[in-house]
């Protein structure tokens, strides 16, 4: 193996859109056109698309893997798939475009740096494109690729493409999406997916993987922060007075003989940093790292606390945040949840809903609301029983998210971004 390939980066990258606009077939043309498609399953997906009587290879055979979603012909959970060039190795999700599936769509943004959100060119930006888009504003996904779609079943037209790239990035532009891209594209016949488009001489911009190839791997700013450590374990042996602190470090970067805020306001010192490798195994951790901590002072923390170093987020009763519901039961003021704020679990209400988002532009916001449904987008109010130490969203969750969930089930009612507000 090359070094050039040993060393190459790998990008993180989701597709969403709504239903029917062709996101399986276009991750079928991108697997196939990049030759990251097995002979054995490129000879199922011929068959297949023969026994079914369609007119060359069926691409969405070759990502719609579930039963059902085949019985069906729709996707309907996350499917994580691997394609590499030369330039550079990609890991894919393939996310679901039903209304009912948002859940899904957002599990597979929070991990990717760049979401390619396709339309059909026959019906441009719709409600459900706002609401992906929306959603990928919110964590903080910089670079968003419009895949317009379907451009051959408009005659390869330039109006219709240049009105749809007027919508979308008058949007983007609305919901501070630093770096959009709008391409027009057939998944179907190949057109500006890997190669170059020979029925469009009036667009001469990238493809969709010259743009995925060219653009910056970034880390996220999560080693710019403060310092932050959410306690998840502590770690005691009596017989040698061993105290640890374990947990993953969520941003910033801790040095031995560093000083260090603790939940109470206590000052103390690193004294070791202990990892899977062993006792002072390194003498400096940073954003990522799974460490355990030892300070120079006897300190009670439990489960939960934090250990921070430069600032420390003030602790507070109730704050503001922006929530995208994730199950059939509906968030309603004065609900009793559980607040998941990095490793802790606090009882909490919600005490109020200023703002629930009108995603399709029809109706308006709907202010002081009595309830969020599922998929919906909304701006709450959120009182928990113990301090917490929140901060502002930042550097693609490394603080800020947070989770309500229900106290009977325990299951996921929400995910939320501590004072984050769109429009």
Same mark, same amino acid.
């Given at each position: 193996?090359?070094?050039?390939?040993?060393?190459?980066?790998?990008?993180?990258?989701?597709?969403?859109?709504?239903?029917?606009?062709?996101?399986?077939?276009?991750?079928?043309?991108?697997?196939?056109?990049?030759?990251?498609?097995?002979?054995?399953?490129?000879?199922?997906?011929?068959?297949?698309?023969?026994?079914?009587?369609?007119?060359?290879?069926?691409?969405?055979?070759?990502?719609?893997?579930?039963?059902?979603?085949?019985?069906?012909?729709?996707?309907?959970?996350?499917?994580?798939?691997?394609?590499?060039?030369?330039?550079?190795?990609?890991?894919?999700?393939?996310?679901?475009?039903?209304?009912?599936?948002?859940?899904?769509?957002?599990?597979?943004?929070?991990?990717?740096?760049?979401?390619?959100?396709?339309?059909?060119?026959?019906?441009?930006?719709?409600?459900?494109?706002?609401?992906?888009?929306?959603?990928?504003?919110?964590?903080?996904?910089?670079?968003?690729?419009?895949?317009?779609?379907?451009?051959?079943?408009?005659?390869?037209?330039?109006?219709?493409?240049?009105?749809?790239?007027?919508?979308?990035?008058?949007?983007?532009?609305?919901?501070?999406?630093?770096?959009?891209?709008?391409?027009?594209?057939?998944?179907?016949?190949?057109?500006?997916?890997?190669?170059?488009?020979?029925?469009?001489?009036?667009?001469?911009?990238?493809?969709?993987?010259?743009?995925?190839?060219?653009?910056?791997?970034?880390?996220?700013?999560?080693?710019?922060?403060?310092?932050?450590?959410?306690?998840?374990?502590?770690?005691?042996?009596?017989?040698?007075?061993?105290?640890? +602190?374990?947990?993953?470090? =969520?941003? &910033?970067? /801790? @040095?031995?003989?560093?000083? %260090?805020?603790?939940? !109470? #306001?206590?000052?103390?010192?690193?004294?070791?940093?202990?990892?899977?490798?062993?006792?002072?195994?390194?003498?400096?951790?940073?954003?990522?790292?799974?460490?355990?901590?030892?300070?120079?002072?006897?300190?009670?923390?439990?489960?939960?606390?934090?250990?921070?170093?430069?600032?420390?987020?003030?602790?507070?009763?109730?704050?503001?945040?922006?929530?995208?519901?994730?199950?059939?039961?509906?968030?309603?003021?004065?609900?009793?949840?559980?607040?998941? +704020?990095?490793?802790?679990? =606090?009882? &909490?209400? /919600? @005490?109020?809903?200023?703002? %629930?988002?009108?995603? !399709? #532009?029809?109706?308006?916001?709907?202010?002081?609301?009595?309830?969020?449904?599922?998929?919906?987008?909304?701006?709450?109010?959120?009182?928990?029983?113990?301090?917490?130490?929140?901060?502002?969203?930042?550097?693609?969750?490394?603080?800020?998210?947070?989770?309500?969930?229900?106290?009977?089930?325990?299951?996921?009612?929400?995910?939320?971004?501590?004072?984050?507000?769109?429009?």
């Amino acid at each position: 193996m090359s070094d050039s390939l040993r060393h190459r980066e790998t990008l993180r990258l989701c597709t969403a859109g709504s239903v029917d606009d062709g996101k399986s077939t276009f991750v079928g043309r991108l697997l196939h056109d990049t030759k990251s498609i097995l002979a054995d399953q490129l000879a199922s997906v011929e068959q297949t698309s023969a026994d079914r009587g369609f007119d060359g290879l069926d691409l969405s055979l070759l990502v719609d893997g579930l039963r059902a979603e085949r019985e069906q012909g729709i996707t309907i959970d996350v499917a994580y798939r691997y394609f590499a060039t030369d330039e550079r190795a990609f890991i894919l999700a393939d996310t679901p475009g039903h209304v009912q599936y948002t859940r899904n769509t957002v599990t597979g943004m929070s991990t990717s740096q760049v979401v390619v959100l396709l339309v059909d060119a026959r019906h441009g930006v719709v409600e459900q494109t706002v609401r992906h888009l929306t959603i990928a504003s919110l964590l903080g996904v910089r670079s968003v690729v419009l895949a317009v779609n379907k451009i051959d079943l408009v005659d390869y037209s330039e109006q219709v493409f240049r009105d749809i790239e007027a919508a979308f990035n008058a949007k983007a532009m609305e919901l501070g999406v630093e770096d959009p891209h709008v391409i027009p594209i057939s998944a179907l016949r190949g057109d500006n997916v890997v190669e170059p488009s020979a029925n469009m001489d009036w667009y001469t911009g990238p493809t969709v993987l010259k743009v995925l190839e060219t653009i910056p791997v970034t880390r996220g700013r999560a080693t710019e922060l403060d310092f932050r450590l959410p306690i998840q374990y502590v770690l005691r042996e009596h017989s040698t007075d061993y105290r640890g +602190y374990a947990g993953l470090v =969520e941003a &910033g970067s /801790i @040095s031995v003989g560093d000083e %260090v805020t603790v939940s !109470g #306001g206590q000052r103390t010192t690193v004294t070791h940093i202990d990892t899977a490798d062993g006792l002072d195994a390194a003498q400096t951790a940073t954003a990522g790292d799974s460490i355990t901590l030892r300070l120079a002072d006897e300190i009670d923390l439990v489960r939960g606390d934090l250990i921070a170093a430069g600032s420390f987020p003030e602790p507070v009763r109730e704050f503001e945040s922006t929530v995208v519901a994730l199950t059939d039961k509906p968030l309603k003021p004065g609900q009793n949840v559980l607040v998941r +704020y990095g490793a802790a679990l =606090e009882r &909490g209400r /919600i @005490s109020g809903i200023s703002r %629930v988002l009108d995603l !399709g #532009g029809a109706d308006g916001d709907e202010h002081d609301a009595e309830s969020v449904e599922l998929n919906q987008i909304a701006h709450v109010s959120i009182q928990v029983a113990r301090e917490l130490p929140v901060e502002e969203y930042a550097a693609r969750g490394a603080v800020g998210n947070f989770l309500l969930v229900d106290k009977a089930s325990g299951n996921t009612l929400a995910a939320g971004f501590v004072g984050t507000r769109l429009r």
